[in-house]
């Protein structure tokens, strides 16, 4: 089986062990009473391999065929009593017999796995369908299956039999009703649900890492070569340079070791292991981190809360807080030395804020502060626009390192045991860091550990999702094949609570996981809802990239709606890398001409969202909307930069917000209480030393000018003493 098939498996073990057991079933069925020796699946799928481990058994059993077959370099004849003998071969016909059989079963295997490698790659396609199809059927019954969160035991909240008969009635066909602008406080998302939820986010390290998804695409990598490829600088970096690095290394002890994963926390504190980063050869090696993690206590998540929700009572906040913290645990990323920091951060804000200079801000991580996280994020986006993507990785790998070395030993992206509130600023760094690492895998082509990576910075805030991960998490997961994922979430809570949770996307992508499997009546079910809950985004999409029918959409104007059309345009905008197949797009068309054709003849009525008005006055008090439009929809438009998405965007937004790169659209105080609160760049910043370097650096612009001016006062000297002496 070929490397393609064995990433199909990656993210399915279930599956995996349901084909195992439904193989074994029915071959102790048919056979009760022929044993069979255990047979390992994965030993079969490199039998083109042989190791040098087992010539001898090869040798053996090639031994055992030249016997019994009367091979001519071993002779039979009959001995004194009439037995017949036979006479073994020496040990060099043994080597050359050895040699000739393995050569042979080497080129007989190559040829066999050439013919053949096409053909087991569909037939495994078509059994791993052939099950997803019936975990669908299985499960098509329920929507919303409540086993785990059923079981989940909640002094406070739990579920009687006619709530669960309530969430299970959510069909594929109805309309979400909740709004997210008329409940900052996420009511009908109940703690107790992120038990059920749990199962969708990461709780495996290894599969952030991109070496096993290469590994598993290409199995001839041997571990050497990927010894060596971490055994590389990240960044392009002189050979002077790197022996400075290594003789600085024997000063601090336990920088990396044998696999890259071991850094100090200060001198004469234990051993840290990081999770998801491993340590590069450029790295300057430092005895502490720069970053330490948080743990924020009732008072913080309370005057957290309060931003939140500025018109609740605040002993009602403190309850819920109460309930909410006893299931989760929230942290916040904050600087380990306060003056290196403020230093820092001061020198960074000069050099991309009020004096843009790409050469002092580049000085900046190369000489002063290497660990830096906002200047590492702006470098290697300065890097990207400059076409130099090679040190782009290595630049965003360094960032994560920082967040990596501060990083819980206890913790794991699994949605409640670390949950960072974006109201500060280097958590916020961190959903930064991963979300451009996201983008980078991507363009290695890393897709299936892009996909865990978005399932990480989803779970860091699964409620209020600030960089909007449901607008483009689903992209990934379908070039991953990882339709079951999708289908399953599709029935969970954390997509049909509210209607801006369940987003254009997604909603198509589960459409398209359905064809993949080749259900088309549960794609055209899905379809349906899709139209329910989006219909002047599907209108716009159906006349704009399916070429439909202009009639049918007569009456459904969507100019108005500026988060409709932004949601449609980021959607539209990598419509033709998911629909490529011509038989799921015409699928789309025929099936969504169907359905605009009941909606105008009355047969499918849909409720049309034309108070744009209305509800941009409606979100006033929501932290979370700015204009009518999702505030996570508008962060991951300005961080995709598609030119069609960010155009758009209303102009209001780039003229009344903040939007640096470094921060995009930071949270903004709901209340007078809540300015100190949030954090910004300008929190780490004294106005003192922000004037005391502002003024040392005009003052060296001063002298640059001086010098450039008497440098063209001597060039013109110069010249007319030249044309003097000509005259």
Avoid at 314 to 342: A, C, M, Q
Wanted: hydrophobic share 35%.
């Amino acid at each position: 089986m070929s490397s393609r098939a064995l990433r199909k498996l990656q993210n399915d073990d279930e599956l995996l062990e349901s084909i195992l057991r439904s193989n074994n079933s029915s071959a102790s069925t048919s056979k009760k009473s022929t044993p069979k020796p255990h047979v390992n699946i994965f030993a079969l799928m490199n039998d083109n391999e042989d190791d040098d481990e087992g010539s001898d058994n090869t040798s053996d059993i090639a031994e055992k065929e030249q016997i019994d077959n009367g091979v001519s370099e071993t002779e039979a004849h009959e001995g004194e009593d009439g037995d017949k003998m036979v006479k073994l071969p020496t040990k060099s016909q043994k080597k050359k017999n050895k040699k000739k059989n393995k050569t042979s079963k080497k080129t007989t295997n190559i040829d066999t796995v050439t013919a053949n490698e096409d053909e087991n790659d569909e037939e495994f396609d078509k059994l791993l369908q052939q099950f997803q199809r019936e975990n669908i059927r299985k499960n098509t019954a329920n929507d919303f299956e409540l086993g785990n969160v059923g079981a989940y035991d909640d002094e406070d909240e739990f579920f009687t039999a006619s709530e669960s008969e309530d969430i299970a009635t959510v069909t594929l066909t109805e309309r979400i009703e909740n709004d997210l602008r008329k409940d900052n406080a996420f009511s009908r998302f109940p703690v107790s649900y992120f038990k059920y939820a749990k199962k969708f986010f990461n709780d495996d390290f290894k599969k952030l890492d991109p070496h096993s998804e290469f590994k598993l695409l290409f199995d001839d990598i041997s571990a050497e070569a990927l010894e060596d490829i971490d055994e590389m600088s990240s960044t392009s970096i002189s050979p002077q340079q790197l022996k400075q690095i290594q003789r600085m290394k024997r000063l601090v002890r336990n920088w990396g070791g044998k696999d890259h994963k071991s850094v100090p926390n200060g001198p004469g504190s234990s051993l840290h292991r990081l999770q998801f980063t491993k340590v590069r050869n450029d790295w300057i090696p430092t005895q502490r981190g720069e970053l330490t993690m948080k743990s924020l206590n009732l008072e913080e998540l309370v005057d957290w809360q309060l931003w939140q929700r500025p018109i609740d009572w605040k002993d009602v906040i403190e309850e819920d807080v109460k309930r909410w913290k006893s299931k989760i645990t929230f942290f916040k990323f904050e600087p380990l030395n306060d003056d290196i920091n403020r230093k820092a951060i001061t020198e960074f804000y000069l050099s991309v804020v009020l004096h843009p200079d790409h050469e002092a801000l580049i000085n900046l991580i190369a000489s002063k502060y290497p660990y830096h996280v906002p200047g590492l994020l702006q470098v290697a986006l300065i890097t990207i626009r400059q076409g130099d993507k090679s040190n782009t990785n290595g630049l965003l790998q360094r960032a994560l390192f920082v967040f990596d070395r501060a990083l819980r030993s206890s913790i794991n992206f699994d949605g409640t045991s670390c949950q960072l509130p974006y109201i500060y600023f280097y958590n916020r760094q961190f959903y930064l860091a991963i979300f451009r690492y996201i983008l980078a895998l991507a363009q290695r082509g890393a897709v299936a550990t892009a996909s865990e990576w978005c399932k990480v910075l989803w779970s860091l805030s699964p409620l209020e999702d600030p960089l909007g991960c449901r607008y483009f998490m689903d992209h990934y997961l379908l070039l991953n094949n990882d339709y079951q994922y999708l289908i399953e979430l599709s029935k969970s809570p954390l997509m049909n609570t509210y209607k801006q949770w369940n987003t254009l996307g997604f909603s198509l992508g589960v459409v398209l996981s359905y064809l993949h499997l080749n259900e088309k009546d549960l794609a055209r079910k899905e379809l349906i809802k899709c139209f329910k809950n989006h219909p002047l985004k599907l209108a716009q999409l159906f006349q704009e990239k399916l070429l439909g029918d202009p009639s049918l959409i007569a009456n459904m104007d969507i100019s108005e709606q500026k988060a409709d059309i932004l949601e449609s345009k980021a959607y539209m905008a990598r419509f033709p890398i998911l629909w490529k197949n011509a038989e799921d797009v015409s699928f789309l068309h025929s099936e969504l001409t169907k359905i605009l054709h009941d909606h105008k003849t009355g047969n499918l009525t849909v409720e049309l969202d034309n108070n744009a008005e209305e509800d941009e006055t409606e979100d006033i008090t929501s932290p979370f909307f700015i204009e009518g439009i999702p505030i996570n929809l508008l962060r991951f438009a300005i961080l995709s930069e598609e030119s069609s998405v960010m155009a758009a965007i209303p102009p209001s937004i780039w003229s009344d917000y903040e939007v640096f790169e470094f921060d995009v659209l930071p949270p903004t105080p709901t209340t007078k209480e809540s300015i100190d609160v949030l954090e910004t760049v300008k929190s780490y910043i004294h106005e003192k030393d922000l004037v005391t370097s502002q003024a040392a650096l005009m003052q060296d612009e001063d002298i640059l000018n001086q010098i450039r001016q008497l440098s063209l006062q001597q060039y013109i000297q110069e010249n007319e003493t030249e044309n003097n002496q000509g005259a």
